[in-house]
């Protein structure tokens, strides 16, 4: 199941966590500068699209989804890349952004 949403949304509504069976999340092109608690309930997401919101880190609940794979991450305000200790619970791939590309295990 995938899911693209693109209207400057500056939230995310609790009701996220009823999608559990998403795979793909594409957020890009709003103004988002957080992922909601609920998010952590996406327990099949594999991807997620987060350019050009208005993050200053990287949401750190993304690496404990059990099957999450990428990420990208482009134009956002960056002022760190990966939250510390996130690297060795990620299942991810490659991370793309304003970083260079992080590989997981």
Do not use: M
């Not at 559990?20 to 957020?27: D, N, Q």
């Not at 990287?58 to 404990?64: A, K, S, T």
């Not at 305000?77 to 991370?95: F, H, M, N, T, V």
Request: hydrophobic share 40%.
């Amino acid at each position: 199941d995938a899911l693209p949403i693109s209207n400057r949304l500056t939230f995310l509504p609790s009701g996220i966590k009823g999608l559990r069976a998403l795979e793909y999340l594409e957020l890009s092109r709003n103004n988002l500068s957080e992922l909601p608690f609920e998010f952590s309930s996406l327990t099949n997401l594999e991807i997620l699209f987060l350019e050009s919101n208005q993050f200053t880190v990287v949401p750190g609940q993304v690496f404990l989804l059990p099957k999450f794979k990428w990420l990208e991450f482009g134009k956002n305000p960056l002022q760190d890349s990966i939250p510390p200790g996130s690297y060795k619970y990620a299942r991810c791939k490659e991370i793309g952004g304003h970083f260079s590309v992080f590989v997981g295990r």
